[in-house]
């Protein structure tokens, strides 16, 4: 069975690509390949993680297109070229929008540092989610993965993990225990679980197409003809 082949996609440090570089060196994602990295800006300590483990990477940054549309465009781009099946945020610091999230339904993933529905939307990103977490008071929070849709941390979710806050916590200090405990670890685990199943997809569609190379009804035609 073909592997799925994953970009990710990053604006900072890298510290979930890098859980999902290794779970990939340790075989945890058997039905994955992670085939790109692209960075919405360039000297981001992630590029430097891609290139160590020899992983192609691009740079498109935002602020050199004229609307957002163009800069999808070219983002699209460069997936397609690339052969991309599955797209990871990890880290990813924008909003796609509709329309490019149509061209990969149920195939982009997003981790996101709180427990979805709470302190997530607009606004909630990086530190800002801990320091929320941190001044509503809550005695728990944690991570998710989620499948990426129209509505921002909007979409099913795939895995989520709590985390303890503890007496004293900075927003510095749950950040880093809330990557540690919850994100580098469902994070891989939920790539594993979308790449096995898009590797499946692809692999039935293949069989589909047997049927038309050995002259018989092509399944898909059947298939149809039965809605
Ligand atoms: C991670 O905590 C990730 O969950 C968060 O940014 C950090 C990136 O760290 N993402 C979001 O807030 C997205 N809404 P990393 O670059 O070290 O992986």
Same mark, same amino acid.
């Given at each position: 069975?073909?592997?799925? @082949? ?18 990939? @060196? ?38 050199? !297109? ?5 800069? #999808? ?7 397609? #070229? ?21 061209? !990969? ?19 909630? !990103? ?9 001044? !509503?008071?809550? @005695? ?17 979710? $795939? ?5 303890? $806050? ?21 994070? +891989? ?7 096995? @199943? ?7 569609? #293949? ?10 009804? +092509? ?9």
């Amino acid at each position: 069975m073909e592997k799925t @082949k994953i970009a990710v996609l990053v604006s900072g440090g890298g510290t979930n690509l890098q859980a999902l570089i290794d779970a990939e @060196k340790a075989g945890n994602i058997p039905h994955g390949k992670i085939s790109l990295v692209v960075a919405s800006k360039p000297g981001v300590f992630a590029l430097e993680r891609a290139a160590k483990a020899g992983i192609p990477s691009v740079v498109i940054e935002r602020k050199t !297109y004229a609307d957002k549309p163009s800069f #999808e465009e070219a983002l699209l781009k460069v997936l397609k #070229e690339n052969g991309i099946q599955m797209i990871v945020l990890a880290g990813f610091m924008l909003v796609l929008s509709a329309d490019f999230v149509k061209h !990969y339904p149920d195939k982009i993933i997003n981790v996101h540092p709180a427990l979805i529905p709470s302190f997530c939307g607009d606004g909630f !990103y990086g530190l800002h989610v801990h320091e929320a977490a941190l001044k !509503y008071g809550v @005695k728990v929070t944690g991570a998710t993965v989620h499948f990426v849709n129209e509505v921002t941390d909007g979409g099913k979710i $795939i895995l989520q993990k709590a985390v303890d $806050i503890l007496e004293g916590d900075t927003p510095e200090v749950l950040q880093k225990r809330v990557m540690e405990q919850a994100e580098w670890i469902i994070l +891989p685990k939920a790539c594993e679980i979308v790449a096995e @199943k898009l590797a499946k997809e692809v692999a039935l569609s #293949e069989d589909f197409d047997d049927y038309d190379s050995n002259g018989k009804i +092509p399944l898909k035609t059947l298939l149809h003809h039965d809605k």
